[in-house]
T-cell receptor
Framework: AQSVTQPDIHITVSEGASLELRCNYSYGATPYLFWYVQSPGQGLQLLLKYFSGDTLVQGIKGFEAEFKRSQSSFNLRKPSVHWSDAAEYFCAVAELSGNTPLVFGKGTRLSVIA | DVKVTQSSRYLVKRTGEKVFLECVQDMDHENMFWYRQDPGLGLRLIYFSYDVKMKEKGDIPEGYSVSREKKERFSLILESASTNQTSMYLC?????????????FGPGTRLTVT
């Protein structure tokens, strides 16, 4: 069975600092990988996705993620965090394509301080 | 834009009541999903459907059932609500497997069972 691990439950960064959120997955074949963000009181918004090809994926809001097969990781990065980035971030994996059920990590809550 | 709507943002029900959570999508998507979100647990799949009148159990189907009589509508039913079903419920839809696409999420229904 697939699984997704987000090792950090809560991260606090200063505004303007760089950010990296970790995600490790357990799956034998090439997975379909996603990062979603959930702002307080809001639904899930897709930040970026990886299906194949270039292992560095660009997303919305200045986020990027890098797929590393050797490490079974798909870490999310942003060079300079804005206060509006404070939210909960979820990494997810799908088995067959982007349209089969997603398996989510438990989430990482990001706090941004001035 | 794809739009997934859920009938209520907030719902309060009593223990033992039969509860219906409705989800409607307007993009003619074949696939629809119901997830439950709890703090520290991320999102977990309850049920999904690949076509009208079809349903598949997810990871936590106990205490729930679903109905899909029309392509655009996917209902989650709590036959006899219990306090441990107090949670945020998220509906999603997507195109068929094999297409490089994503799941689109509704805003969620926060259900409280007292």
């Amino acid at each position: 069975a697939q699984s997704v691990t987000q090792p950090d439950i809560h991260i606090t960064v200063s505004e303007g600092a760089s950010l990296e959120l970790r995600c490790n997955y357990s799956y034998g074949a090439t997975p379909y990988l996603f990062w979603y963000v959930q702002s307080p009181g809001q639904g899930l918004q897709l930040l970026l996705k990886y299906f194949s090809g270039d292992t560095l994926v660009q997303g919305i809001k200045g986020f990027e993620a890098e797929f590393k097969r050797s490490q079974s990781s798909f870490n999310l990065r942003k060079p300079s965090v804005h206060w509006s980035d404070a939210a909960e971030y979820f990494c997810a994996v799908a088995e067959l394509s982007g349209n089969t059920p997603l398996v989510f990590g438990k989430g990482t809550r990001l706090s941004v301080i001035a | 834009d794809v739009k997934v709507t859920q009938s209520s943002r907030y719902l309060v029900k009593r223990t033992g009541e039969k509860v219906f959570l409705e989800c409607v999508q307007d993009m003619d998507h074949e696939n629809m999903f119901w997830y439950r979100q709890d703090p520290g647990l991320g999102l977990r799949l309850i049920y999904f459907s690949y076509d009208v009148k079809m349903k598949e159990k997810g990871d936590i189907p106990e205490g729930y059932s679903v109905s899909r009589e029309k392509k655009e509508r996917f209902s989650l039913i709590l036959e006899s609500a219990s306090t441990n079903q107090t949670s945020m419920y998220l509906c999603a839809s997507s195109r068929p497997a094999g297409l490089e696409d994503e799941q689109y999420f509704g805003p969620g229904t926060r259900l409280t069972v007292t």
